[in-house]
């Protein structure tokens, strides 16, 4: 198991004690070089203009220098630009581990029985949206992979077994907030108030699609949910949201952004320079890491030798946590915690969820070639995140198997209306392949529109009849 066992392949803690990997405190005393060494070109016997050299001076500066000719000689401390730090005669390297892996919070265990009463605590309409939107995402998954496989559509990537990370992270955050996917979110847009049909729409690339047909099918995207449109790049969209969050604190908006991404995220260079980038600009933004073991065949133990990715937010002075991805009421908690930093603190947050990806990473790939199927059934069975939390609702009195039938058919009879709908429903016009890029086309533009029209009308036969020309 790539994901909750060491390379010794003993288990990860799930501790039901939430608690964040603190960063460091680090004070800003900034020094300045040696009093010989101010005007650097006088030691050549040239002396610069007071303008030019003034400008590196600061009355902070001067005072900050003072206070280091106020230290003794044999001070243990050594005030180096940016920070403090104490010496020490012990040659000792940091590990390059720690001697027990960070704990994995959880509220639930496998049962659903709750392990702590110390929780984030949610009502009953709350628990009943989530879970109703866990079903609906899963029954979604299932008859739009079947569609895919019937050559209906021509791509889809599903969300099994990360159900409880779409939906409950999705709960825990406000609609100011602006979400920035990878592309195994939709859960977080259908929280949002995305209809069925407009998935389908999507899938089908028809005139209704938000994206005109131009997107492969699952990049969703809607101005309206402030869902950013999912790109294929993996962990471009990271330094997108700590701009975007930098500049709603700029506005001073009671709002952040939550960026979504995979282990396989957090192997690329966008991944640390998004953390440094959100750290020294105090931006609020909150890292999700659905950490699933896998970067499509990859797994985690090819990837890194750090303890996942938690570990990483410290390194950059990030506040961190480890939750367990498979339980929806740790990830609720972990969420809205971390939004109350991000917002009131202008802090960013790294959530590293565990979880399994008990699908194939698309309906391009075959997991069972990198990985055995058998430990895929087990995850399916034994750690389902909406199994789990179904048992919840259940012992509180708010569900039952008479709810549980009802909803999972009005549920699949809503998809599959949608598909017929969505499939019957005329593509976008050509026109839309040249639009929305410039205010005024320029001359070439033009030209190839007009080059095409005129192949589609010199070919039909080569081209779909329901594409209005």
């Given amino acids: 198991m790539a994901l909750f066992f060491s390379k010794s392949r003993k288990l990860v803690c799930l501790k039901p004690k939430m608690g964040f990997l603190g960063s460091h405190s680090v004070h800003h005393n900034h020094t300045l070089i040696s009093p010989n060494l101010r005007h650097p070109l006088r030691i050549l016997g040239f ?42 005669s012990h040659l000792n390297f940091i590990p390059e581990t720690r001697e027990e892996r960070v704990h994995c919070y959880r509220v639930l ?53 990360e159900e409880a990370i779409n939906i409950a992270s999705a709960a825990a955050l406000r609609m100011d907030d602006f979400i920035f996917p990878q592309y195994r979110e939709p859960g977080v847009l259908l929280w949002r108030g995305f209809t069925i049909q407009e998935f389908a729409n999507q899938l089908f690339g028809n005139k209704d699609d938000y994206g005109k047909g131009r997107q492969m099918p ?20 990271l330094p997108h ?8 604190k700029m506005d001073a908006k009671d709002a952040c952004t939550i960026v979504y991404f995979g282990d396989g995220g957090s192997s690329t260079g966008d991944f640390h320079a998004a953390l440094n980038f959100a750290a020294v600009l105090d931006a609020p933004v909150i890292y ?19 303890d996942g990715v938690v570990t990483r ?3 950059y002075g990030i506040r961190s946590i480890r939750v367990d991805g498979n339980d929806a009421l740790a990830v609720f908690a972990a969420v809205h ?25 698309s309906t391009s790939d075959d997991s069972t070639k990198y990985r055995p199927a058998n430990e895929i059934e087990w995850w399916r069975r034994e750690r389902d995140p909406v199994t789990r939390f179904r048992k919840w609702i259940e012992r509180e009195g708010w569900w039952s198997a008479q709810a549980e039938s009802e909803l999972r058919n009005n549920i699949r009879k809503q998809v599959l209306e949608a598909i017929q709908v969505a499939e019957k ?34 070919h039909p036969q080569d081209y779909p009849t329901d594409v209005p020309i």
Avoid at 116 to 135: C, G, P
């Fill in 337 to 361: 915690e971390a939004r109350k930093m991000a917002i009131n603190e202008h802090k960013p947050v790294l959530i590293e969820a565990l979880t399994y990806r008990a699908g194939h990473h």
């Fill in 425 to 458: 429903t005329e593509k976008p016009p050509i026109k839309h392949v040249f639009t929305d890029v410039y205010d005024v086309p320029p001359a070439n533009l033009q030209e190839q529109e007009t080059f095409t029209r005129e192949t589609i009308r010199r």
């Fill in 109 to 161: 265990d496998d049962d659903g029985y709750p392990m702590t009463s110390n929780f984030v605590q949610i009502d009953k309409e709350v628990a009943l949206k989530m879970y109703t939107d866990m079903v609906t995402l899963q029954t979604m998954d299932t008859i739009f992979y079947e569609a895919q496989r019937q050559g209906r559509i021509s791509f889809y990537v599903t969300t099994l077994g």
């Fill in 218 to 237: 699952i990049h969703y995207g809607s101005n309206r949910h402030n869902y950013i449109t999912v790109a294929s790049t993996v962990a471009t969209q």
């Fill in 288 to 306: 999700f890491c659905r950490n699933n073991g896998f970067a499509i065949s990859t797994p985690v133990s090819d990837q890194f030798r750090s």
């Fill in 241 to 248: 949201a700590v701009g975007a969050a930098y500049a709603l």
């Fill in 313 to 315: 937010g410290e390194a």
């Fill in 47 to 88: 002396y610069p203009p007071q303008f030019a050299f003034r400008r590196f001076e600061s009355t902070k500066a001067e005072t900050q220098l003072n206070n280091m000719h106020s230290i003794d000689n044999n001070s243990q401390v050594l005030n180096f630009p940016g920070f403090k730090v104490k010496f020490t």
